[in-house]
């Protein structure tokens, strides 16, 4: 699971290197966030903006790391493509991420989480 | 297509049989994409069909298939005239009855730590798919159903 990390003033960037978030690589990425993130308490925004699909176990890993944030953060997802905001929409978790266009509006967005 | 001279399986876009892996799985749905994207079916209905194909797919591999090694699943994808006809088959546990007729979101909790992780699977299948069909006989699994191209 290939995931940079960029520190953009408090909100910690991590940008997806995968085509997916799948069954098959769900706890992967789960882990490997759960590493990423580990001491940083700012904002937490994912740049999604290449994964081309997401399934309900992936669905599952994103609401994992949401739930690593604790009550006080939620967990910002920046430019879904067209199934990944399609499953957030169907299964209503579009309610529960922070959703953005894309990073520079996420990174923009002081008020956000 | 002129249906009358086509035969039965003229319209027949997918027909395959793979290892019920989750690898497995990741690469019929990218095969079924490119196939699809040559046709002239809508870009949603081609995400549509992916994400119907994570859902069914997957849960064969991890309920009715786990822990069957070399078992495998048929994929038959047959064009129609309003859409695509999807059918599964496996030699797996048979399917609970009650995953067939509807299924609910997972509560929402108030607080976010409660959130759950896994449930919406069944859910997301239903949302995309109409006429679902499953029949059990002589130990096979064959799952059938329809997706339309969504409006615009």
Redesign the interface.
Same mark, same amino acid.
């Given at each position: 699971m290939n995931i940079d990390s960029e520190l953009r003033g408090n909100a910690k960037l991590l940008i997806l290197r995968e085509a997916r978030i799948d069954a098959a690589g769900a706890m992967a990425f789960k882990e490997k966030v759960r590493t990423l993130i580990a001491d940083h308490e700012g904002r937490v925004v994912l740049d999604m903006g290449r994964v081309e699909f997401l399934d309900s176990s992936g669905l599952g890993a994103l609401v994992a790391v949401m739930k690593m944030l604790g009550r006080g953060r939620s967990l910002e997802l920046a430019g879904c493509g067209p199934v990944v905001s399609k499953v957030l929409t169907l299964t209503r978790m579009d309610q529960v991420f922070v959703l953005h266009d894309d990073v520079e509006t996420a990174l923009a967005a002081r008020d956000a989480a | 297509m002129p249906s009358a001279a086509a035969g039965p399986v003229a319209d027949s876009l997918i027909q395959v049989r793979f290892p019920a892996?989750? /690898?497995a &799985? %990741?690469a019929q749905?990218a095969r079924v994409r490119a196939c699809l994207a040559q046709t002239c079916t809508s870009?949603?209905l081609q995400?549509?069909v992916?994400?119907l194909l @994570?859902?069914i797919l997957?849960n064969i &591999?991890?309920h009715s298939l786990a822990g069957q090694r070399d078992a495998r699943i048929t994929l038959v994808i047959t064009r129609e005239e309003a859409g695509l006809h999807v059918e599964t088959q496996d030699s797996g546990r048979p399917l609970p009855p009650q995953l067939l007729t509807s299924a609910r /979101?997972p509560e929402?909790p108030a607080? %976010? &730590?409660d /959130?759950?992780?896994?449930g919406? @699977?069944w859910?997301?299948i239903h949302? /995309?798919a109409d006429d679902m069909v499953y029949e059990r006989a002589n130990g096979t699994n064959r799952l059938s159903c329809r997706l339309t191209e969504p409006a615009r």
């Open positions: - | 892996t989750e /690898l &799985v %990741r749905i870009a949603a995400e549509n992916a994400i @994570g859902e997957n &591999v991890e /979101l929402m607080d %976010r &730590v /959130l759950p992780e896994s919406f @699977g859910f997301i949302a /995309l």
